[in-house]
């Protein structure tokens, strides 16, 4: 190799500098060049041996021509070039103490340029009379290309292999997680003389690191007559590469080489390495225990409700131009338990793109477990687990979104939590490039008012202006900062948060504790203490305590209250949620003041209760400023009603303020209620309006949705001596609110409330522990309840069953999509007043099978008898399994009734279903139909079956043969609807066959499908036969003159039927007119 195109410390300073190698290589120029052109130009037409010669040169030379195009020659010194090439490879490779060299070498010809030239790797660029062109050069192409014709090609290292092939160099040393190679695709073209006589353009290597890349070959149409050009696209990556070999006339070969990555692994700065520990190190201390009355940790106490899967449909409004609302999709409890998730499942989204930014929202009811939920993800993140963040926030947006406050992302995520101790600009420029590896947690989201408008994020710069928390996340969903992360958001479901967010990637749903997990809950809470075995009976015992241990906050204050009650050895806990915490903050109070302080403790009572009404009216549980006075500040944070918390700090300033917040929602709604009862100045006559039962709106306080209870239950503790202690107002007041809210619960029409306020009243009913009102309440209800998809909690179960078993009526209740558990349908049906019930089939096959398996048979047979199917309407093929299983119940049934010598039992359901009606689509509805054939015959009362539906089930002429094969076995069917199946004249002759069969039908619908003649004929032949029809129904077919005539004639034969409807749009109008004239049966 000639020194003279060396630098002075030779092949390292070389690759030390910027030199393009391959440009010095093949740049040399000639002695004796005045032009300074680099090669020689080979005329084809002149030197036309000279092309001969060169089979295996690799670059083609443009050179100005005639009109006909551009034309082609060979680079004459590109073997010398590979050549020198590899000896510096070779040089490299070998010196095994300079390792770092190799990235530099791969940096220097590939990544560099190919990060400046990015936007042009694929693009095509026609080289139009250029006179001088360098080698892979891009720099001096012809400034007058128009028209894409030459692809761009990107520099990729090679080495000789002695023999006129060349092989891949490794491109770089660092791990395949880096940032700067992960996924780089990079594609060089290199043109061939003769297609059939190439040398091997990449061997199979004896080492498997020279192969640090996938290569895959592609014929592209340059624009060239000849010689053909092939192009190679290479993708860095981990694991097998593809690559493809080229030798001789043999066809490409795709072979996998093993990739062996770098040991060396990526580091980050230390900075952020410091600020990732800090971080992990303030989440295990912080999650580490349960924020409760006494010293629990997490991992003991922590039991997960059950996430489940949501699906959100989307419901219009009346009028097109009400806005849509998405509401999530009620399950049935067997649906629940086939859509939960694990804990690890929730950040799972399938199909999502990596660059995205990712919305994930957990739904619940208030108390259900969100918070610790969150807790438990930040503890495991700390302790290793969700390792795809790097980094992990958790706000409480009730504490951080007021109105008045302003924050920068960079104030938010760096000076809340941990505070760098140095490199905070570092560490924020990391977090910015790298979002995918960031998780926001924004624990409360339902502090957005259901009418305010989600704000647009309008700061020029929002990573450094300063926003409100609204517009600050306004801005992370709609990708404008932080593009990529992922976004945790906690909500209640009635708050419609879908208003505001327009994408949701995933809806998840928490819906508190199984009968089995509260259970659980309970004995690791008394874990350790003498009483342990006493306090699950005590509270199993009180039914409706029980009932709502299925949140895990209201389970907390049960143990708690049990707790006190088992130390001073009484043996009955209070019945009602108002007696619960009357004594929970007499608990709090009476034990620890003395008479000097018992006035000053009702003041600071009564101050709470006024603050936490107020706060509740704008949705709101935080305030920034400070309680009214010390005293009740010192009242609040003793007694732990309130729990102080810091503001993020400004960068800038680095003044941290503090803020209070109620630490509990049940205390809040608690204290409101007492609100509205303590003070003089709420009206008699105002009270009523805070019940809210005649409200339109299903909600009118959601914030503060215990306060109806809680004020119905205080009103009638006046006389309780806990209620005297927490208040110095005349009770004689009190006792007029009472009479006044008895005069308005008299006076209401159960009967015009809906589902939700109707529970909403027997909840503050069974507060009231009040037997008149009670009875009152009982007597009035309406005899058919319908709790369709409305959603019953067991505290839900536990007061309609209370209720109803006061009534002497008969009721009829309708559970559908309820989501009740089987414990509480078991209850309620087990009620002798209830003579009949409509349930999800699965909730009721599952409960039939759990009744035979506790051998329960008296129950089993009654609730059997009170159960109601019909019309029953298959939409998927859930329901059609969930038939195909009732059938299989009524066989057990009958077996077990055999067993014990009685005569076989016929579930009414089944024996007097009527109606069914199949909606399946298109997708499923062949499938659906064969499996439904086989079940049909089991009701023998079937009457209606109707197979059409919008969406088009499309059984086809397979269905419709199958289900044909059923008809003999359906004595009673009078109505049969094929209309919109796709059936041709193969389906309709094999109904006709089978259509005598069904003594009973009157009406026969095959509106709209692809009957031509032939099938109208079948249908004709067999018409006299079925004297029972009345009703034909063939329009919108393919039938034409011609089978009109045949069903005209024998429509004569058939007197019994009344109407023919077979209006076509193959029928000439004049034609079916006389035959109208001619029988005024056929409609027209």
């Not at 309620?828 to 019930?837: D, I, M, P, T, Y």
Request: net charge negative.
């Amino acid at each position: 190799m000639d020194s003279a195109f060396l630098p002075e410390n030779g092949y390292l300073a070389m690759l030390h500098g910027d030199l393009d190698l391959l440009h010095t290589f093949l740049d040399a120029k000639p002695p004796g060049d005045e032009e300074g052109d680099f090669f020689p130009v080979l005329d084809p037409e002149v030197d036309a041996s000279n092309c001969e010669q060169s089979n295996s040169m690799d670059f083609l030379y443009p050179k100005e021509s005639d009109e006909n195009g551009e034309e082609l020659c060979l680079c004459s010194n590109t073997i010398e070039a590979y050549a020198r090439i590899a000896e510096l490879a070779d040089y490299v490779l070998k010196d095994q103490q300079e390792k770092h060299m190799e990235d530099i070498f791969a940096g220097s010809l590939i990544l560099d340029e190919m990060a400046a030239e990015n936007t042009e790797k694929f693009t095509d660029i026609e080289m139009q009379k250029c006179h001088k062109r360098t080698f892979l050069s891009s720099s001096e192409s012809c400034s007058d290309a128009s028209v894409p014709k030459y692809r761009k090609i990107v520099e990729a290292p090679a080495v000789s292999a002695g023999n006129g092939n060349f092989l891949a160099m490794p491109l770089s040393n660092h791990p395949a997680s880096s940032a700067s190679l992960s996924n780089q695709h990079m594609s060089f073209s290199v043109p061939a003389a003769n297609e059939l006589e190439r040398s091997s353009i990449i061997p199979a290597p004896s080492s498997p690191e020279c192969l640090p890349v996938g290569m895959k070959g592609s014929q592209e149409n340059t624009g060239f007559a000849d010689p053909p050009q092939q192009i190679f696209n290479l993708v860095l990556g981990n694991g097998y590469s593809d690559v493809i070999i080229y030798t001789g006339s043999e066809l490409f070969k795709e072979v996998q080489v093993t990739v062996i990555p770098s040991e060396e692994p990526f580091k980050r700065p230390k900075p952020v390495e410091a600020f990732c520990a800090s971080l992990m190190d303030y989440f295990r201390d912080v999650c580490k225990y349960v924020a409760m009355e006494r010293e629990v940790t997490l991992d003991h106490l922590f039991i997960g409700g059950t996430l489940v899967q949501s699906q959100p449909e989307t419901k219009t409004g009346k009028n097109s131009t009400k806005a849509m609302e998405k509401e999530l999709v009620t399950f049935s409890q067997q649906g629940k338990e086939k859509t939960a998730l694990k804990r690890s499942q929730i950040f799972q989204i399938p199909d999502s793109k990596h660059i995205e930014t990712k919305v994930i929202l957990v739904l619940g009811k208030a108390g259900m477990g969100k918070s610790i939920l969150v807790q438990k993800i930040c503890q495991d993140w700390s302790n290793g687990e969700f390792s795809q963040f790097e980094f992990v926030f958790w706000f409480d947006y009730k504490q951080i979104s007021l109105p008045e406050k302003k924050y920068s992302l960079k104030d938010l995520l760096l000076e809340f939590f941990v505070k760098p101790q140095e490199g905070s600009k570092e560490i924020f420029e990391y977090i910015l490039q790298n979002p995918t590896k960031v998780l926001l947690i924004f624990d409360g989201f339902e502090g957005l008012h259901v009418h305010e408008n989600f704000p647009h994020c309008s700061a020029s710069q929002p990573e450094k202006d300063l926003c409100s928390v609204k517009e600050l996340l306004s801005g992370l969903i709609q990708k404008k900062i932080l593009k990529g992360c992922t976004l945790l958001l906690t909500a209640r479901p009635k708050d419609k948060v879908y208003q505001y967010v327009s994408k949701v990637d995933k809806t998840t749903e928490i819906v508190g504790f199984s009968p089995q997990q509260r259970e659980l809950y309970i004995t690791k809470y008394f874990e350790g203490l003498p009483y342990c075995d006493n306090a699950l009976k005590l509270i199993k015992d009180c039914g409706y305590l029980f009932s709502h241990c299925y949140s895990p906050v209201m389970c907390r204050f049960v143990c708690f209250l049990c707790e006190i009650v088992l130390e001073r050895g009484d043996k009955n806990l209070p019945s009602t949620l108002s007696r619960i915490f009357l004594k929970f903050v007499q608990q709090k109070i009476i034990h620890m003041q003395t008479d000097v302080t018992t006035m000053q403790n009702q003041e600071s009572l009564a101050t709470l209760a006024r603050i936490a009404w107020y706060l509740g009216e704008k949705h709101q549980s935080a305030m920034k400023s400070d309680l009214p006075s010390k005293k009740v500040k010192e009242f609040a944070l003793k007694y732990g009603f309130f729990l102080p918390f810091a503001f993020p700090r400004h960068s800038d300033s680095g003044e941290e303020e503090f803020g209070s917040t109620f630490s509990d929602f049940i205390i809040q709604n608690f204290l409101g209620a007492l609100h509205l009862i303590l003070p003089e100045e709420i009206k008699d006559k105002s009270l009523t309006k805070y019940l809210s039962f005649l409200s339109k709106k299903k909600k009118l306080y959601n914030w503060l949705d215990l306060v109806p209870r809680f004020l119905s239950g205080l009103l009638f503790l006046q006389d309780d001596p806990y209620f005297c202690s927490l208040s110095s107002k005349d009770v004689k007041h009190s006792i007029k609110k009472q009479k006044t809210f008895l005069k308005y619960i008299r006076r209401l029409k159960m009967n015009k409330l809906c589902p939700e306020r109707l529970l909403e009243l027997l909840h503050c009913i069974y507060e009231t522990q009040n037997n008149y009102l009670l009875q009152h309440v009982a007597l009035r209800l309406k005899p058919d309840l319908s709790f369709l998809d409305v959603g019953l909690t067991p505290p839900d179960v536990h007061v309609v069953h209370s209720i109803l078993k006061r009534s002497r009526k008969d009721f009829s209740l309708d559970l559908r999509n309820s989501s009740i558990d089987m414990q509480g349908l078991k209850d309620l049906v087990g009620l002798k007043n209830v003579a009949s019930f409509r349930a999800s089939l699965s909730d009721a096959v599952r409960l039939w099978k759990s009744l035979e398996q506790t051998k329960d048979y008296e129950l089993l047979r009654a609730s059997t008898e009170k159960f109601v199917l019909g019309p029953f309407k298959a939409k998927t093929m859930k329901d059609i399994s969930d038939l195909s299983d009732l059938v299989d119940v009524q066989k057990m049934i009958s077996c077990v009734q055999e067993a014990s010598g009685c005569s076989s039992y016929e579930i009414p359901a089944i024996k007097n279903l009527q109606k069914l009606e199949f909606a399946l689509g298109p997708v499923c509805g062949l499938q659906g139909l064969l499996k439904l054939v086989e079940i049909l015959a089991a009701f023998p009362s079937l009457q209606h079956l109707d197979l059409d539906a919008l969406s088009q089930n499309g059984i086809g002429d397979e269905g419709a043969k199958s289900l044909s094969e059923v008809f003999p076995t359906l004595k009673s069917l009078e109505t049969l609807n094929l209309s919109q199946n796709k059936i041709t004249d193969v389906g309709a002759e094999k109904l006709a066959t089978a259509l005598p069969s069904l003594s009973s039908l009157k009406t026969l619908s095959l509106y709209n499908n692809s009957i031509c003649d032939f099938g109208a004929e079948n249908l004709a032949k067999v018409l006299p036969a079925m004297e029972s029809l009345r009703v034909v129904d063939v329009q919108y077919n393919k039938i034409t003159g011609v089978g009109a005539q045949q069903l005209t004639d024998s429509l004569r034969k058939c007197p019994h039927i009344k109407n023919l409807v077979m209006w076509n749009p193959t029928i000439p109008y004049g034609v079916l007119e006389h035959l109208h004239q001619l029988d005024s049966r056929i409609s027209v």
